[in-house]
Every structure is written in structure tokens, then in C-alpha cells.
């Protein structure tokens, strides 16, 4: 069955980094587009960009331009976000969701990770 | 981007009731439209994609329909397991976007 496990919370001072993991297992990692999706306490879902496992190509949406890394290692199957220069207003839950649509970059999200708090707090 | 409106914000049902939620696109995405239920602590769950089509292992009392811009989401008889908020997304264009949400509860 598909499963992607993401890495456990974290606290962060503002203006550090957190780098987030995405473990995908049951089903073939190059195959699927991985998309960062993320929640502020109390918020709605806000997208954050793509990853195709296949190329490492990227798509990130214009608001975290400059900020996110998305990246893949194939040969564990996993996906990372990193997020730089954090600020107290990216306390989140940040989720990997795989496309729904094989090789599909713009598509309904089937499987989520469990999600991963990060707390940005001085 | 292309802004998801979504309404009610919140509602108030009875078991047994039928519920609908709409959600309008500011600009054409055909049928590129999807719904998602997240439960408190929860990562969200994809009930509907493509407007229409039940994902699966999802109920049949769930429902989509629309194009276009304007889309509605129905459970056809709202069961205790159902309070949740309720997504609406579009994949047609990025960046993708969702909806503000949708609250139900049960009366």
C-alpha cells in the first residue's frame, strides 16, 4: 500500500532552515509527482510547490521563490523541502502529497504524508 | 492564480441531512476541480476528483458535480463520521489553489 512517512517536528529560530523528509514506499517513486502543501494553525491549505521525482525538476509557487528547495533522492525513495530564512509566520504543518495522476504535474493529491510541524519561535 | 470561493464557511446539520457545498472558480478550470476532507490532526483526505469522480474506498453518499466555474459538493446523508472541514482544489492551472474551507457540524 502507497505510503509516504514524513520526519518528525521541529523548532526553528527565526531566520534558520528546517528541512523536511517525505519517505514514499508502495509504489514507484519515479512515477508521481510530489507536491509541499502547508497549514498555519487555524488556516486553510496553501500550496507550496513540485517536485518530479524522474527529472528533479521543480515548480514552486511564486510566493516562496528563492526560499524553498525542494529534492529527491531516488535511491531511497524520499523527497526533502527546505525552507530558509524562516520567519514566525511559517509555523506550520507541512504535508508531501503525491499527484494523483501518473506523470501528471497539475492533479488531485491521492496519498499525504502524515504531516510535520515546524514551529518558528525566538 | 486563479481564487477558489467557497461557501458556507461553516454549517450546521442533522444526521440524515443532505448537505451541499459550492465552490466558484474565478476563471474557467473545465472540470480540473477536486474535494478533500480533513479532520482534526489529520493530513487531508481526497473524496472527489475531476468534479465527479469518487475516489476509492470513498462512500457513495459522497458527491461532486459542476464545471466550468462553479462546482458543488453534496453528501447525500450526513453521518457522525462525517464532521470535518471540506476542501475544494483546482488542479488546472498552477498554482494550484484551494478553497477557505468548509466547516461541518453536526446540529
Known amino acids: 500500500q502507497v505510503q509516504l512517512v514524513q520526519s518528525g517536528a521541529e523548532v526553528k529560530k527565526p531566520g534558520a532552515s528546517v528541512k523536511v523528509s517525505c519517505k514514499a514506499s508502495?509504489?514507484?517513486?519515479?512515477?508521481?509527482?510530489m507536491h509541499w502543501v502547508r497549514q498555519a494553525p487555524g488556516q486553510g491549505l496553501e500550496w507550496m510547490g513540485w517536485?518530479?521525482?524522474?527529472?528533479?525538476?521543480?515548480n514552486y509557487a511564486q510566493k516562496f521563490q528563492g526560499r524553498v528547495t525542494m529534492t529527491r533522492d531516488t535511491s531511497i525513495s524520499t523527497a526533502y523541502m527546505e525552507l530558509s530564512r524562516l520567519r514566525s509566520d511559517d509555523t506550520a504543518v507541512y504535508y508531501c502529497?503525491?499527484?494523483?495522476?501518473?506523470?501528471?504535474?497539475?492533479?488531485?493529491?491521492?496519498?499525504w504524508g502524515q504531516g510535520t510541524l515546524v514551529t518558528v519561535s525566538s | 492564480d486563479v481564487q477558489m470561493t467557497q461557501s458556507p464557511s461553516s454549517l450546521s446539520a442533522s444526521v440524515g441531512d443532505r448537505v451541499t457545498i459550492t465552490c466558484q472558480a474565478s476563471?474557467?478550470?473545465?472540470?480540473?476541480l477536486n474535494w478533500y476532507q480533513e479532520k482534526p490532526g489529520k493530513a487531508p483526505n481526497l473524496l472527489i476528483y475531476?468534479?465527479?469522480n469518487l475516489e476509492r474506498g470513498v462512500p457513495s453518499r459522497f458527491s461532486g458535480s459542476g464545471s466550468g466555474t462553479d462546482f458543488t459538493f453534496t453528501i447525500s446523508s450526513l453521518q457522525p463520521e462525517d464532521i470535518a472541514t471540506y476542501y475544494c482544489?483546482?488542479?488546472?492551472?498552477?498554482?494550484?489553489?484551494f478553497g477557505g474551507g468548509t466547516k461541518v457540524e453536526i446540529k
Open positions: 502529497a503525491r499527484a494523483r495522476g501518473k506523470y501528471s504535474s497539475s492533479s488531485s493529491l491521492d496519498y
Open positions: 508502495g509504489y514507484t517513486f519515479t512515477g508521481y509527482y
Open positions: 482544489q483546482q488542479s488546472d492551472i498552477l498554482p494550484l489553489t
Open positions: 475531476d468534479a465527479s
Open positions: 517536485i518530479n521525482p524522474n527529472s528533479g525538476g521543480t
Open positions: 476563471q474557467d478550470i473545465s472540470n480540473y
